[in-house]
């Protein structure tokens, strides 16, 4: 059964291994048994169902703003490309609060 909404606490990752281990742990390990944790697996999981889709109507990542301190630059670069996601998606509304 599909869930209406999964919110994802950004606050207090450290970097991207930290981001998708908190991704994984929301959507679940069974859904993300293949799931390549990097952007273009979360965009054919968001898009199209693959490895790692988290079988909602909505997904919300909450205190999205405290991924910008990350280091090198990571978290607005991963923002960035939640933004891109987030505009793209069809058949799921994905939020950054």
Known sequence: MTATALTIDCHAIGDMDAFWE???????????????????????????????????????FQHSNALLEMPDGDGAFLLQRLGDMASRLVHMKLELA
Do not use: I, K, T
Request: aromatic letters at 10%.
């Open 22 to 60: 908190r991704y994984v742990q929301a959507v679940g390990p069974e859904n993300c048994v293949h799931f390549g944790r990097n952007l273009d697996a979360l965009w054919d999981a968001l898009s199209g169902g693959g490895p790692g889709w988290p079988d909602v109507e909505h997904l919300v």
